[in-house]
C-alpha cells in the first residue's frame, strides 16, 4: 500500500491520535479550530450548504480539492502536505474524499457543538 493510500484509508478512520488527529492539529496551528474553525472557513468561503451537510444527518455533499483550496487557503494546504511529505494538491485531494465523512463521523448528533 503506497503512501497515498495509507494517508487515504486512515484519513477517514477518525483516530483521536491518527491522520485526522493530526490534520486537526495542523489546522488549529493555522487558527482553524475544530469542527467550528472548519464550518467558519467553509461558509466564509460560500460553501456553508457543503460543511451543513457534513455536521448534519442527511447525505454529505461533495466538495473538489479547489473548494478545499478556497476554503482552507494554500497556507493551510501547504502546512498539511508538509506534515505528511505530500505534494499540496494531493493534500488537497485527500482533503477533499475524507473530510466530508471525518466531519460526518465527529458529529454524529447532527451539529458541530464541542467536537474537534
Same mark, same amino acid.
Given at each position: 500500500?503506497?503512501?497515498?493510500? *495509507?494517508?487515504? !484509508?486512515? %484519513?477517514?478512520?477518525?483516530?483521536?491520535?491518527?491522520?485526522?488527529?493530526?490534520?486537526?492539529?495542523? %489546522?488549529?496551528? /493555522?487558527?482553524?479550530? =475544530?469542527?467550528?474553525?472548519?464550518? *467558519?472557513?467553509?461558509?466564509?468561503?460560500?460553501?456553508?450548504?457543503?460543511? #451543513?451537510?457534513?455536521?448534519? /444527518? +442527511?447525505? /454529505?455533499?461533495?466538495?473538489? @480539492?479547489?473548494?478545499?483550496? *478556497? @476554503?482552507? +487557503?494554500?497556507?493551510? &494546504?501547504? !502546512?498539511?502536505?508538509?506534515?505528511? =511529505? &505530500?505534494?499540496?494538491?494531493?493534500?488537497?485531494? %485527500?482533503? #477533499?474524499?475524507? %473530510?466530508?465523512?471525518?466531519?460526518?463521523?465527529?458529529?454524529?448528533?447532527? /451539529?458541530?457543538?464541542?467536537?474537534?
Amino acid at each position: 500500500m503506497g503512501l497515498f493510500d *495509507q494517508i487515504s !484509508s486512515l %484519513l477517514g478512520g477518525g483516530a483521536e491520535g491518527g491522520i485526522t488527529g493530526q490534520v486537526m492539529g495542523v %489546522l488549529q496551528q /493555522n487558527g482553524i479550530s =475544530g469542527v467550528s474553525g472548519l464550518m *467558519q472557513q467553509f461558509e466564509q468561503s460560500g460553501m456553508g450548504a457543503h460543511i #451543513a451537510s457534513w455536521v448534519g /444527518n +442527511g447525505e /454529505n455533499l461533495p466538495v473538489s @480539492a479547489d473548494q478545499v483550496k *478556497q @476554503a482552507l +487557503g494554500n497556507p493551510v &494546504i501547504a !502546512s498539511i502536505a508538509q506534515k505528511f =511529505g &505530500i505534494d499540496p494538491d494531493a493534500a488537497a485531494q %485527500l482533503l #477533499a474524499q475524507h %473530510l466530508p465523512t471525518a466531519v460526518d463521523q465527529a458529529t454524529p448528533e447532527g /451539529n458541530a457543538g464541542d467536537a474537534s
